[in-house]
């Protein structure tokens, strides 16, 4: 059986003590069930939010890692920093860190080594834009990111790896891909991955769907076969929201 995961992607909001509050709780109300409920925290929140996790099923993650391992880069946070607060996953390839800072295929795959390397599970994420979709390259793009940012891993170390697809045009827009069309591309990763690594890995990797999930919506995309959960953005800064999402399970 595949991980069934709902991650919660804070991005660059809440303060300390307001991302605390929020933890506790998230921690207060996670049942003890099959669900693996993530926190991807700002990085300088990690070592305070891991002390307040107690249950088994909730972990800790950071929302980006350094393309290096350590040295002089001055502002960037390693993986093994990372993983010294208690951390257990890191996103990588986020369309935000594509974008905005200019995080490239081979950038990232370096970040997924590293994070492998450190005993984080990296959730990757790839997706693509609407004039991509509106031209009919939304297939290809994806798993161009794929290819790029996984393919040259052991079939050990890929199978380690959670995929997330956010469609860059549902992200933060309230506009949902359609159950249908989330279970689509679902399936075509899932495809691809047996293709390469064979059915057996293709079938243990969770594909997380990401991009205006909320709780009137979580159920029916997680119902699909090749959804296993949800990367969400602004549905986790309300724990009420939050947990109406991992309860859609
Ligand atoms: P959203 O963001 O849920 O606010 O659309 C998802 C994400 O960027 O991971």
Redesign the pocket.
């Known amino acids: 059986m595949r991980k069934k995961i709902v991650a919660g992607?804070w991005k660059m909001n809440k303060n300390l003590q307001d991302g605390v509050e929020l933890a506790k709780t998230v921690n207060r109300q996670v049942e003890d069930n099959n669900v693996i409920v993530i926190l991807c925290t700002p990085f300088i929140h990690l070592s305070e939010v891991s002390n307040v996790i107690t249950k088994d099923n909730l972990f800790l993650g950071a929302q980006n890692c350094a393309s290096e391992a350590s040295g002089a880069f001055t502002g960037e946070v390693s993986v093994d920093m990372i993983g010294s607060t208690g951390a257990e996953y890191v996103i990588i390839g986020?369309s935000?860190r594509r974008s905005y800072y200019n995080e490239d295929d081979a950038t990232l795959n370096k970040k997924v080594k590293l994070a492998l390397s450190a005993d984080l599970t990296p959730i990757f994420c790839c997706g693509e834009v609407l004039a991509e979709r509106e031209a009919g390259k939304h297939m290809k793009v994806v798993k161009d990111q794929i290819d790029k940012g996984l393919f040259d891993l052991s079939p050990d170390n890929f199978s380690k790896v959670v995929i997330a697809y956010?469609p860059v045009w549902?992200?933060?827009?309230g506009v949902t891909a359609t159950s249908g069309q989330a279970q689509e591309m679902h399936k075509a990763i899932r495809e691809m991955i047996a293709e390469k690594y064979g059915n057996q890995v293709a079938e243990g990797i969770s594909i997380l769907y990401?991009?205006?999930?909320k709780p009137s919506n979580a159920a029916e995309l997680f119902a699909n076969p090749d959804v296993d959960g949800g990367?969400?953005?602004?549905?986790s800064l309300s724990a009420a929201d939050f947990m109406g999402i991992v309860n859609a399970f």
């Not at 990401?210 to 999930?213: A, I, K, M, V």
């Not at 990367?231 to 549905?235: D, F, S």
């Open positions: 992607n986020h935000e956010e549902a992200i933060g827009t990401g991009g205006s999930c990367l969400i953005g602004g549905a």
